[in-house]
């Protein structure tokens, strides 16, 4: 049983690397580099509530972000049904690098699937629905000044095949070719 568990999982040689210590933390857009910025890449509180949930005031346990949850290098590997939804949570501080007045800060994502809205120190800054594309907010108003921690927290619902939203191969319930 455990081999055959193993050989699911099907690691890739660059999965070894992985830590939540070093997770994707190149640059994301090397043509507009900046002095200040920061990878929000690695180790996230996640929790898996129904959607009708309030914000969690207690987490499930640890996420390595930004691999889906149901993956193995995420750390998780639990699905979440098209009636629930993911929360994550991080902390985080400002970096310290001089910034003009009038600096925005804009937070990045890569891709959410599918429907994000985004808090940060708990006020929703946005929300975006698409699975597929990049999206950016600008969180420069929720954010606390001077050198406080900030609290960001997501939350994503994926209706999977359940909606009339552009989809890939993800199904609830895989069947036949």
Do not use: C
């Amino acid at each position: 049983m455990l081999a055959l568990l193993l050989a699911l999982q099907l690691p890739t040689r660059w999965a070894a690397d992985v830590t939540p210590q070093r997770v994707h933390a190149e640059y994301p857009r090397p043509q507009l580099v900046r002095r200040a910025w920061l990878n929000l890449n690695g180790s996230w509180d996640y929790a898996v509530r129904d959607s009708g949930a309030p914000r969690p005031r207690q987490f499930d346990g640890k996420i390595l972000v930004p691999f889906p949850i149901q993956s193995a290098l995420s750390g998780v590997q639990r699905a979440v049904t098209p009636t629930q939804r993911l929360w994550y949570r991080r902390s985080f501080r400002l970096p310290a690098a001089p910034r003009p007045r009038g600096t925005r800060w804009l937070l990045h994502f890569g891709a959410v699937d599918w429907e994000t809205t985004v808090f940060v120190n708990g006020r929703a800054v946005g929300t975006h629905r698409g699975g597929y594309d990049p999206f950016a907010l600008d969180i420069t108003a929720a954010l606390h000044s001077g050198d406080r921690e900030q609290e960001l927290v997501v939350r994503v619902w994926d209706p999977t095949d359940a909606g009339d939203q552009p989809r890939g191969k993800q199904v609830a319930k895989p069947h036949s070719i």
